[in-house]
């Protein structure tokens, strides 16, 4: 076998692996390399094992980015609807969960079979197991030295993703790339997290594993889903939607009765002002949870002897409760990476560095983070097709 190639592909996740099954079957001859002894781990841990590999709800305002407007050009060239073309071409069974959610109906390694189906209809050679050793270049040519071998190409794509999960393999590795070709970086930091709590916030760890539908708020953010209390703060969905968009120091507000309507317990006590508000919590809450607010809300007795004003403050708070989370579970416990290779330094159109000739950078690894639900495949495929398309 020849080392020297079209395009060398660093990385066989969901982007790498799209890229070079794309520039494959266009002629090219790639190569993808992993130091992981299995491509696409990533995707077989991914939703419970069903791996959530779109959301046809995908539109440009569900990514974070510095630039917001960067993902836009890869996404429109590059669809749910053809990911979800790909997929029936294989036979792949699947169903949509709730908010635009697609999965498997078997297993996330069917995604990546199709996936190394697809890098064998291109002619993909694919190496794992192995450390990459060096990378450099010179004279139009990228050198990477894996194990014995050294591989050269005129294009290198950085598709090695974010340092989320070290423990599946996850690295730095690509920002020490890019640092090395001189690209800048947004800082990263782990996103989709479980936040941790502490100080007065610390008895709601005493609620560990009570749920309930909430909507949590951080800035001009705000999701509708369910929030779990752990041992160390909080998760669930509207908690990991919400942690990509909070920095440290910030409250994250939480409406824990997004269903009640302005004036809803002066109402209650006018229907039985001999109810409390424990129990006026407790048709909407699970009773710990609703036990916990109310004693933290101190308005004891019967509602009928607590004066409106006070009622619609205690209203008010339950519809806008401040929790000042002192951290997260950082990129251990992170679903994804947000920040990462400044987009200011890529074209939008091919992901191509635009002062590094034959350098790219695809999915994860850029900064453009997904929303929860399938957003961040939906990238790095969309990255993939648009570096694929290119090199
Ligand atoms: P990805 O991380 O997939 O791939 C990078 C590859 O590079 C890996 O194979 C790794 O081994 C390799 N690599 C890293 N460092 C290297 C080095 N130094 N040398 C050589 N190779 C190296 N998203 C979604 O849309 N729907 C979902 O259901 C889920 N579920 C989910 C569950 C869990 C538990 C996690 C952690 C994440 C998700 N995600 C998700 C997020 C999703 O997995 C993620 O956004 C994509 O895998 C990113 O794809 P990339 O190809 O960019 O990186």
Known sequence: MSDAYDAIVLGGGAAGLMCAATAGQRGRRAVV???????????????????????IGTV???????????????????????????VERHGIAWHEKTLGQLFCDGSARQIVAMLLDECAAGGVDVACGEAIRAVDHGDGQYRVTVGARTLTAPVL?????????????????????ARHFGLKLIEPRPALVPLTLAGD????????????????RCGTAAFREAALFTHRGLSGPAILQISSYWRRGEAVGIDFLPERTSGW???????????????????????????????QLSLPGELGNIPDRMLAAAEARLADWRFTPNGSEGFAKAEVTAGGIATAGLSSKTMEA???????????????????????????WASGHAAGQAV
Request: glycine letters at 12%.
């Open 201 to 216: 916030d610390l008895l709601f760890r005493t609620l560990a594993g009570v749920a309930a539908e909430v909507v949590a």
């Open 354 to 380: 635009t002062n590094v000739p034959g350098l790219y950078a695809i999915g994860e690894a850029v900064d453009v983070t997904g929303w929860l639900g399938g957003y961040n495949f939906q990238w790095a």
């Open 157 to 177: 794509v950085i598709a090695t993703g974010g340092p989320s999960i070290p423990k599946m393999g996850a690295s730095g590795f690509a920002y020490d790339l």
């Open 265 to 295: 317990l002066v109402a209650a006590k006018r229907a039985g002002p001999g109810s409390s508000l424990k129990r006026a919590l407790g048709h909407s809450l699970p009773d710990r949870l609703a036990t916990t607010l109310a004693d």
């Open 33 to 55: 390399i992993d130091h992981a002894d299995e491509v696409g781990k990533k995707i077989l841990i991914s939703g419970g094992g069903r791996c959530n590999f779109t959301n």
């Open 60 to 86: 440009p305002e569900r990514f974070l980015s510095a630039n917001p407007h960067f993902a836009r050009s890869a996404q429109s060239r590059y669809m749910p609807a053809d990911f979800l073309a790909l």
